[in-house]
């Protein structure tokens, strides 16, 4: 059967839910294939449901901590795993739910089950029907790695989406892999009660960040039990459900981690290999994801791509902002660029990590002439007072400008602190008028003009 649309719009991720919403009401018919859960990663196996775990965790870390508080608990504190599932599901249904039934009341939009593919320029292939538009919107997100190591297909293992069926504690979790989605499950389960060992092959842990960043959250990390193995590659892996041995090359340390379970998370690929994007002539950059232009248009007139599957950012908020993007250039006459957005984002272990632009590292490659300040969480009085002193924030400033170039807070409450930051940047503004701003006591935030104000050059 063969249909004609306005727009087809491929994928129900963070770009395509909102891009099927904003064409619709201006009048365009809408087509909206997903071959699986909508609502895609953010939902159902990412953000949502790692920070509702998160939260159990932060939960039962606190209980144990008690007697710091004055609080007593008689007994010993452990979670309910299952309790814990069952919170998790109940939060990120409500919110695929919620988005799935008001695509499916949307005016002039059809959704489609199953997995599209392209068979022409123009054309659209779901089961049996072909769905025909000028305007075709990919949004097909990506999937966990896979890393080839020898012996992986012998061994159950658990990547970020089965993660989320778990309802036990695993004894033993080993996790390859020692970056952003590895650091959130190793901590969340070593609060749930496993014993957890992270393999990272790198020298540091999120080793992206700058190096004080990357050590200070080892320090914590390894505070609360979690081993640690820098320097450290998986090789192979053996064993059986239960009993799995991870074998490593390493300078330090054993050679082999014997753990019940193993998570691997050494990455996320582009979900663009099965989608006949060869058919259409659409490009692909040596990681398979789609080169498109600063207005997310690919090398194919009438084709788009937005969120992961264009490796411009991996988060829920890039990928919304590809959707602002594109409505605001079909719709709105409005030119926004991908490249008016800079980087940011939060790493959500506790002490959370809120980023904003430039690392310290990029700012001092960059030759230029740059300030920097910088203050321990110990001399911010509301992290005094809630007994959460770990980890420090830093700025850095352009000397000639003024502007703020990027910004880290690793510290309680950094994830939210750091968006006054975020404002100051994207409005250009220099550094004095976030200092001279008279902040809220007692709060993260009001010490940030106070580091400002101890600026100093970056020698
Ligand atoms: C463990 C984890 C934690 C994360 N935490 C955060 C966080 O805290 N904050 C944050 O900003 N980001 C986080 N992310 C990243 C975030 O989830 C993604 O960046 C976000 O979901 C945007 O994805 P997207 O819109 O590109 O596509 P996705 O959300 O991945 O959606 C793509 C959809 O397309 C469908 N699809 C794919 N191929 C086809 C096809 N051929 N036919 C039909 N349908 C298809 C898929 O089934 C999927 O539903 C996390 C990711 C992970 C893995």
Redesign the pocket.
Same mark, same amino acid.
């Given at each position: 059967m063969n249909q004609t649309y306005d727009a087809v719009i491929? &994928?129900?991720?963070?770009? !395509?839910?909102p891009l099927a919403k904003r064409l619709s009401d201006a009048g365009m018919t809408v087509a909206i +294939?997903?071959?699986? #859960?909508?609502? !895609?990663? $953010? +939902?159902?196996?990412? $953000?949502v449901?790692?920070?509702a775990m998160v939260a159990s965790a932060y939960a039962a870390h606190m209980a144990r901590r008690g007697r710091d508080f004055g609080v007593v608990i008689d007994g010993h504190v452990r979670v309910d795993m299952k309790s814990i599932k069952a919170r998790k599901d109940a939060i990120a249904e409500q919110s695929r739910l919620g988005v799935e039934k008001s695509r499916r009341s949307l005016a002039r939009c059809d959704v =489609?089950t &199953?997995?599209?593919?392209l068979r022409s320029v123009h054309e659209v292939v779901?089961n049996d029907q072909v769905l025909r538009a000028d305007r075709i919107f990919i949004? +097909? &997100? !990506?999937?966990?790695t896979v890393p080839s190591i020898p012996g992986i297909d012998g061994i159950p293992f658990l990547t970020? /989406?089965s993660?989320m069926g778990l309802d036990a504690v695993p004894p033993h979790l080993v996790i390859v892999g020692g970056s =952003?989605?590895g650091l959130?499950?190793g901590q969340m389960f070593r609060r749930f009660g496993s014993e957890v060992t992270i393999i990272e092959k790198a020298t540091h842990l999120v080793h992206h960040e700058d190096l004080d960043i990357s050590s200070t959250i080892e320090d914590f990390l390894a505070a609360e039990g979690i081993g640690l193995r820098l320097k450290a590659t998986c090789v192979r892996l053996s064993g059986r459900a239960g009993a799995i041995v991870a074998h490593v090359d390493c300078e330090e340390g054993t050679q082999t981690i014997e753990g019940t379970h193993v998570l691997v998370?050494v990455g996320?690929q582009p979900?663009t290999d099965? #989608?006949g994007l060869e058919t259409g002539g659409v490009l692909l950059d040596e990681r398979g994801h789609i080169v498109v232009n600063d207005r997310l248009e690919t090398n194919v007139p009438g084709i788009w791509a #937005? !969120?992961?599957?264009?490796g411009q950012?991996?988060?829920?908020?890039? /990928? =919304?902002n590809?959707f602002e993007i594109v409505a605001a250039n079909l719709l709105d006459g409005d030119p926004r660029r991908v490249s008016d957005r800079f980087s940011t984002?939060?790493l =959500?272990i506790d002490p959370p990590l809120g980023r904003a632009g430039m690392t310290e590292a990029e700012v001092r490659q960059s030759g230029r002439k740059a300030l920097i300040g910088s203050r321990a969480m110990k001399r911010v009085g509301r992290a005094v007072e809630k007994g959460e002193t770990q980890g420090f924030m830093k700025v850095l400033v352009d000397g000639s400008t003024k502007r703020i170039l990027g910004a880290a807070i690793l510290g309680v409450g950094g994830d939210e602190a750091v968006h006054s930051l975020v404002d100051a940047m994207y409005g250009e503004l220099p550094y004095t008028t976030v200092q001279h701003g008279v902040r809220i006591h007692p709060t993260v935030s009001e010490l940030i003009p106070t580091m400002l104000g101890e600026l100093a050059p970056a020698k």
């Open positions: 491929i &994928g129900t991720g963070q770009a !395509g839910l +294939v997903e071959r699986h #859960l909508f609502g !895609g990663t $953010c +939902v159902n196996t990412g $953000c449901p790692t920070k =489609y &199953g997995h599209a593919r779901v949004n +097909v &997100g !990506g999937r966990a970020n /989406s993660m =952003y989605v959130e499950f998370a996320r979900n099965d #989608l #937005l !969120g992961d599957c264009i950012g991996a988060f829920t908020h890039t /990928s =919304y590809d984002y939060a =959500y």
